[in-house]
């Protein structure tokens, strides 16, 4: 099919690398203006069909973890690898290969929470956690956690404002809105798509 800006790529028809765990069927890549999600935007990261063929890991592999509802803007990276073998302790940091082994250093899983939208050629660094429903602006460079529903922008990314005021975020967080069976919030659109949080957890009471 001919890529354009309109159709997009979803991670769970596409993704083949064991150490990426996606949760559900609607987070998805804007690939028009790129390679496919694994061939671009997720970087250093063993588990792909070249690494799986022709070396064993010598240490713990991070995992990628993207939750539901992720919408991953065009040309973003994911770098993963630790600290690539680079390690500012020592005097050197050229990875020498008869110390390959301990000159890696892991950074834990990089995770996605549910409902997270990255914008437009950001990068996001080993090991950090993206809230639910945070906004990562285009551009920026994610060098530490986001809280849930934070507005981060730059290099490195500092936050801007929050979505919403601390108690609604509050009751949003406990409401665990994507635990949810997708067809379940499909049916509740009109009041994920408002900002009645009144309504939502009304409506999300009767289905429990």
């Known amino acids: 099919m001919e890529k ?23 987070s998805y890549y804007s ?19 070249y690494s799986r063929t022709h070396w064993q890991p010598q240490w713990p592999i991070d995992r990628l973890q993207i939750g539901n509802y992720v919408c991953i803007g065009a040309e973003s990276v994911i770098l993963m ?5 680079h390690r500012n302790d020592w005097f050197s940091n050229y990875p020498f290969m008869d110390k390959i082994v301990e000159s890696y250093q892991g950074k834990g899983d990089t995770v996605i929470e549910d409902a997270v939208w990255i914008g437009m050629r950001s990068m996001i660094m080993p090991g950090r956690r993206l809230g639910e429903g945070s906004v990562i602006a285009a551009g920026s460079v994610v060098t530490k956690d986001v809280p849930p529903y934070a507005i981060v922008g730059g290099n490195p990314a500092k936050i801007i404002k929050f979505r919403f005021s601390e108690s609604v975020i509050n009751r949003l967080l406990a409401l665990r809105l994507y635990d949810l069976d997708e067809a379940v919030i499909d049916g509740l ?20």
């Open 189 to 208: 659109t009109d009041f994920f798509c408002a900002g009645d949080i009144d309504a939502l957890e009304q409506a999300v009471r009767k289905i429990r």
């Open 81 to 85: 690898g630790g600290n690539n073998t």
């Open 31 to 49: 690939d028009a203006w790129s390679g496919s999600f694994e061939e671009s935007v997720v970087r250093y990261h063993y588990g792909d069909r």
């Open 4 to 26: 354009h800006w309109s159709r997009v790529e979803y991670l769970h028809q596409t993704v083949t690398n064991p150490n990426i765990i996606v949760k559900g069927t609607r």
